[in-house]
């Protein structure tokens, strides 16, 4: 699938905003367990195609809640 990598430094652990992400019913992954060989960072990775065009303003505006 198509996925975004966003990166939130000065926001708190990746595994922390996927948490409370999930409170606003987004369910991002934390990046920072995603990794085996190399330390990719936190970031949070998520999934759009199943967000319609019409709901993107939405699901933008419930990840910028989440993480502020």
């Given at each position: 699938?198509?996925?975004?990598?966003?990166?939130?430094?000065?926001?708190?652990?990746?595994?922390?905003?996927?948490?409370?992400?999930?409170?606003?019913?987004?369910?991002?992954?934390?990046?920072?367990?995603?990794?085996?060989?190399?330390?990719?960072?936190?970031?949070?990775?998520?999934?759009?195609?199943?967000?319609?065009?019409?709901?993107?303003?939405?699901?933008?505006?419930?990840l910028r809640?989440?993480?502020?």
């Amino acid at each position: 699938g198509l996925h975004l990598l966003a990166r939130f430094p000065q926001h708190g652990s990746d595994v922390e905003l996927a948490r409370r992400a999930r409170a606003y019913g987004l369910v991002p992954h934390p990046l920072s367990g995603q990794s085996i060989a190399h330390d990719a960072g936190e970031g949070l990775l998520m999934s759009f195609t199943n967000v319609a065009e019409h709901q993107a303003a939405d699901v933008a505006s419930a990840l910028r809640r989440s993480i502020e």
